[in-house]
C-alpha cells in the first residue's frame, strides 16, 4: 500500500486531526509546510495523508464551507425543531440564512410527534413550507420518520444543527454505529456544561452517509452579509420584491403600496412571524455592516 493516502479529517484535536482513510481512522499531525502557508484545517477537508510518517501533507480544494460551525464539504443541514424546548425562530432563520449562502440545502425536521400538537406542526410548516428543501416530522423515541431521515442522508454529508433537548444525540445513537451518546435533560446538561466543551465531529451512518454532531446551535453568530442583499435569502419573502415600486426597496416602513413585499404579508400571503424577523435581522445587519468602515 502507497505511502500516501487520500481520507477526510473527521475530528480536530489540539493540534492534530483524526483523518478516516480508506480501512482505519489514524491521528495526524498538520505538516510544518502547511502551517507556514498559514492554511486553514477544518473537519470535513479532504486531505492527502503520509501514513508511515502520521502527517497531514495536502489540504484538497473545497466544494464549500460553514462557517459557523467551521465545516467544510458540507451537503445539507438537518435543522432539528421540536416543541420542546421551544423553538427559536430567529436562530433557524439564521442558520437557514447559512447554508443558502454557502450552497447547503436546509432540511427541517420536526421531532417529538408524539407531544406535538397541531399548532406546532402547522405553524413550523407555515413559517418554513418555502424555505426549506423537506419537512419531516419524526419521533425518535418511537422511530417514526427515522427511516425517511436515513434515506435523505445516503451518500452526502450532513450536519445536524439544532437547540440542546430537541433529540440530536437520540437520532445519533439510532442511526450511527459508532456513537453512543449522551441523551438527557437540558438542565442537567447545561450545569455538566457538555455542549460548550464538545467540539464537532463526522460519523458514518449505518445506512450510508456522513452525518456531522455540532455543538450548540447558539453559538451561530451573524454571516457577514450587505443588509440590501438580506431579503435575497430569503425565498418566501425574494418572490415578492418584484412588486416593489422601487429597486433599493428594503421592505420596512414603506407604505403599502409602494412594496409588494408589505402587501404580502397584509393580504396573508407571507407568514408575519417571518416579516417581523426580517425586520429585526435587517436592522442588526445595518448595525453590522456600518461598523465595518470604523
Ligand atoms: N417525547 C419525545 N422525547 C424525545 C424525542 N426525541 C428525544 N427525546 C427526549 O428529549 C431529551 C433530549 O434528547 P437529546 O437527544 O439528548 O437532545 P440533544 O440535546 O438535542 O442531543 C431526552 O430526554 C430524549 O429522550 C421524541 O421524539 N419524543
Ligand atoms: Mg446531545
Ligand atoms: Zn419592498
Not at 15 to 31: D, H, N, P, T
Not at 102 to 124: G, M, T
Not at 165 to 189: A, R, W
Not at 223 to 250: Q, R, V, W
Amino acid at each position: 500500500m502507497s505511502q500516501f493516502q487520500k481520507g477526510k479529517i473527521v475530528k480536530i484535536i489540539n493540534g492534530s486531526a483524526i483523518v478516516k482513510l480508506q480501512k482505519q481512522k489514524l491521528e495526524c499531525a498538520f505538516r510544518g509546510k502547511l502551517r507556514a502557508q498559514n492554511q486553514t484545517i477544518l473537519v470535513g477537508d479532504y486531505v492527502e495523508c503520509d501514513v508511515n510518517n502520521s502527517t497531514i501533507e495536502i489540504v484538497c480544494k473545497r466544494e464549500n464551507q460553514l462557517l459557523r460551525p467551521p465545516i467544510a464539504n458540507v451537503d445539507q443541514v438537518l435543522i432539528v425543531l421540536a416543541p420542546k424546548p421551544k423553538p427559536d425562530f430567529f436562530l433557524v432563520d439564521q442558520v437557514i440564512i447559512n447554508s443558502i449562502q454557502n450552497d447547503v440545502k436546509p432540511i427541517l425536521i420536526l421531532n417529538k410527534k408524539d407531544i406535538s400538537d397541531e399548532y406546532f406542526l402547522r405553524d413550523a410548516k407555515e413559517q418554513y413550507g418555502e424555505v426549506v428543501s423537506k419537512i419531516i416530522e419524526t419521533s425518535f423515541v418511537d422511530n417514526i420518520g427515522v427511516n425517511k431521515i436515513k434515506k435523505l442522508l445516503k451518500g452526502k454529508t450532513t450536519v445536524l444543527i439544532g437547540q440542546s433537548g430537541v433529540g440530536k444525540s437520540t437520532l445519533l445513537n439510532l442511526i450511527c454505529p459508532d456513537v453512543k451518546q449522551e441523551v438527557g435533560e437540558l438542565s442537567k446538561k447545561i450545569e455538566r456544561g457538555v455542549n460548550t466543551t464538545r467540539s464537532s465531529e463526522i460519523f458514518d451512518v449505518i445506512s450510508g452517509g456522513e452525518i456531522i454532531d455540532t455543538p450548540g446551535f447558539s453559538l451561530l453568530s451573524l454571516p457577514n452579509i450587505e443588509p440590501s442583499k438580506l431579503a435575497s435569502f430569503y425565498a418566501d419573502i425574494e418572490k415578492f420584491t418584484h412588486d416593489c415600486a422601487y429597486s433599493t426597496c428594503d421592505h420596512i416602513r414603506k407604505k403599502a403600496y409602494e412594496c409588494g413585499v408589505m402587501r404580502a404579508v397584509e393580504n396573508g400571503k407571507l407568514n408575519p412571524k417571518r416579516y417581523a424577523r426580517y425586520v429585526e435581522l435587517y436592522n442588526m445587519y445595518k448595525i453590522e455592516w456600518a461598523k465595518r468602515y470604523k
